[in-house]
């Protein structure tokens, strides 16, 4: 059961109030909660690398949150090129594997996404990666977990056919911005309007629309795309 203090830090996560969301909880307090938030407002505002790991190194080592956050800080530095490592790629791919070998179901299946995503991002290996995004997809429809499915076909969709990924972007999309993630619904419009036509009206509205999410949200990677 979460506090007061931990529910409106889970509330203004979604919010992407990342700043006061990690203000809201004690130093001590909600350790896995303090190290995700601060994992999140780096990855999508490449800033304040430095607090993030050291709120995952606060945490047990070999818990798979421990594991799964270890693993996308490695990612995200290999991602953007800051920070940058020589050991990240195996950094994370140890993680990923670690943290989808333990744990419950749900956790499971985010490590198995955020193993797909490095092999089709980083290794440019679609092959390796969509059969594990289809594992986890599975999951996630299982369990009506509608947050974790639309991570994965966000990333899944690219790889079907032109009909078949503008459904699952627009489901992304709807799934997002129906729980309120405000960060990842910026993100979802944005690429959505890279999948239509130039002369569509809707991706007009939807840059227009991420863009100023994107500013006031300060998500660095969409507003250096501008």
Known sequence: MLTDDAYIARCLHLLGEWDAALATLGPDSYPELRAEIAVDRWFFRIEGHEEAEKAVAALEPTSPVAQLLTG??????????????????????????????????????????HW????????????????????????????????????????????????????????????RAALG??????AAQALLADHLAEDDPERAELLQASRSGASELRIGWLLSED
């Open 181 to 186: 993630a405000r960060p990842q619904t910026v």
């Open 72 to 113: 996308r800080l490695a990612y995200s530095r290999l991602l953007f090129g800051r920070h940058a490592r020589p050991d990240d790629r195996a950094v994370a791919e140890a993680g990923y594997r670690e943290a989808a070998a333990s744990g419950d179901e749900s956790q499971r299946a985010w490590a198995v996404y």
């Open 116 to 175: 797909a995503v490095l092999l089709d991002n980083i290794d440019k290996d679609p092959a390796g990666a969509v059969p594990r995004y289809e594992s986890a997809l599975a999951t996630a429809v299982k369990s009506d977990d509608g947050y974790l499915e639309s991570y994965i076909i966000r990333h899944l969709a690219p790889h079907k056919e032109p009909a078949e990924t503008l459904a699952m972007l627009r489901r992304s999309l709807h799934l």
